[in-house]
């Protein structure tokens, strides 16, 4: 496993990690989820993702459960608010960022995370009070740092403008092979600020790792089967995309990859990408998606990826 500093700050994390979106919010059992931390760990993923609304807390807390057996900086963990936790408590107000992080924190068994983050924009509440908040809980030590999902440019920008308040050191959109959006102006408005990304949905909600094909049902254990676990996989199942991802897997296999190992690699080839979020249902995965770190894509097979990718995505979130 290789691992990049996030942003300006001091914080290092491993180029893979564990996502916990879909899977330990109720996609999975407690005990597969337990083995697949074990497994990320053993692999070398010390980044770990999660957010308050994940199953209303239930991420967080399987979390917190499983992480509390293990010394606290031999991970890196993030966390995010803005989500309804109830009918009442949502968005990035003083108030709610400031319940929410202390929410999370119990629920974590934590006394502070490494990453807090705004999981999207709230237009109902003045941007300066959103960062005013945040600075304060990062002055408090309840983050070492900040950061945002999906927020546009304009949006980033007007943060950044903002006097005497922490600065964001991470953005976390979703970016695959088949979602490209943010490589227009977010990640170079990034790089020009000193914000990395932390991507999310890599694979594409595993559609780009090949185990879905046209004309056939979605295997019995797979995502796209899943009814907790697959309403949004549907807009990367058509017909087009699915046939592109079989020319891809040929280039993996000619690379002695798997499809997934190549999409991952192809993430991390981006350097303003400190690490590629992926979620998993078994360790196997986890050992798969982590042998991804490392692995160096030359020009031709960036060119001939380019080629077979090229027209084929679909729109953001």
Same mark, same amino acid.
């Given at each position: 496993?290789?691992?990049?500093r996030l942003?300006?700050?001091d914080?290092?994390?491993?180029?893979?990690?564990?996502g916990?979106?879909?899977?330990?919010s109720?996609?999975?059992?407690?005990?597969?989820a337990?083995?697949?931390?074990d497994a990320?760990?053993?692999?070398g993923?010390?980044?770990?993702?999660?957010?308050?609304?994940y199953?209303?807390?239930?991420?967080?807390?399987?979390?917190?459960?499983v992480?509390?057996?293990r010394?606290?900086?031999?991970?890196?963990?993030?966390t995010k608010?803005?989500?309804?936790?109830?009918?009442t408590?949502?968005?990035?107000s003083?108030e709610?960022i400031?319940?929410?992080?202390?929410?999370?924190?119990a629920?974590?068994?934590?006394d502070?995370?490494d990453?807090?983050q705004c999981?999207?924009?709230?237009?109902?509440?003045?941007?300066?009070?959103?960062?005013?908040?945040?600075?304060?809980?990062v002055r408090?030590g309840?983050?070492?740092?900040?950061?945002?999902s999906?927020?546009?440019?304009?949006?980033?920008?007007?943060?950044?403008?903002?006097?005497?308040?922490?600065?964001?050191?991470?953005?976390q959109?979703?970016y695959s092979l088949?979602?490209?959006? /943010? *490589?227009? =102006?977010?990640?170079? $408005?990034c790089e020009? +600020?000193?914000?990395?990304?932390v %991507?999310w949905?890599?694979?594409?909600?595993?559609v780009?790792?090949?185990?879905?094909?046209?004309?056939?049902?979605?295997?019995?254990?797979s995502?796209?089967?899943?009814?907790?676990m697959?309403?949004?996989?549907?807009?990367?199942?058509?017909g087009?995309?699915l046939?592109?991802?079989?020319?891809?897997?040929?280039?993996?296999?000619?690379?002695?990859?798997?499809?997934a190992?190549?999409?991952?690699?192809?993430?991390?080839?981006?350097?303003?990408v400190?690490?590629a979020?992926?979620?998993?249902?078994?360790?196997?995965?986890?050992?798969?998606?982590?042998?991804?770190?490392g /692995? *160096?894509? =030359?020009?031709?097979? $960036?060119e001939?990826i +380019?080629?077979i990718?090229?027209? %084929?995505?679909?729109?953001?979130?």
């Amino acid at each position: 496993m290789r691992y990049r500093r996030l942003g300006s700050s001091d914080l290092t994390v491993s180029e893979i990690g564990l996502g916990s979106w879909l899977t330990y919010s109720g996609g999975v059992s407690r005990e597969q989820a337990e083995d697949c931390v074990d497994a990320a760990f053993e692999a070398g993923i010390t980044f770990v993702d999660t957010a308050n609304v994940y199953g209303r807390g239930a991420a967080e807390e399987l979390l917190g459960d499983v992480l509390s057996k293990r010394p606290r900086d031999s991970y890196v963990l993030a966390t995010k608010v803005h989500g309804a936790m109830s009918s009442t408590d949502r968005g990035l107000s003083r108030e709610q960022i400031h319940k929410q992080i202390d929410a999370s924190l119990a629920r974590l068994r934590t006394d502070f995370v490494d990453l807090y983050q705004c999981h999207r924009y709230d237009a109902g509440t003045p941007l300066e009070e959103t960062m005013e908040a945040l600075t304060e809980v990062v002055r408090a030590g309840k983050a070492r740092a900040i950061g945002f999902s999906e927020w546009s440019p304009n949006q980033i920008r007007a943060a950044l403008a903002l006097p005497d308040v922490e600065r964001f050191v991470s953005s976390q959109p979703e970016y695959s092979l088949l979602q490209r959006r /943010v *490589e227009t =102006d977010v990640i170079p $408005l990034c790089e020009a +600020e000193r914000i990395s990304q932390v %991507v999310w949905s890599p694979l594409a909600q595993g559609v780009l790792t090949g185990k879905y094909r046209r004309g056939e049902p979605p295997p019995d254990d797979s995502r796209a089967a899943s009814a907790s676990m697959g309403t949004f996989v549907g807009k990367f199942l058509r017909g087009d995309i699915l046939d592109t991802v079989e020319r891809l897997g040929a280039v993996a296999e000619r690379l002695e990859l798997t499809t997934a190992q190549l999409a991952l690699a192809w993430v991390l080839r981006q350097p303003n990408v400190a690490s590629a979020i992926v979620g998993a249902t078994r360790p196997d995965q986890v050992r798969e998606n982590a042998a991804a770190s490392g /692995v *160096e894509l =030359d020009d031709a097979t $960036l060119e001939e990826i +380019e080629l077979i990718v090229s027209g %084929v995505g679909v729109a953001g979130v």
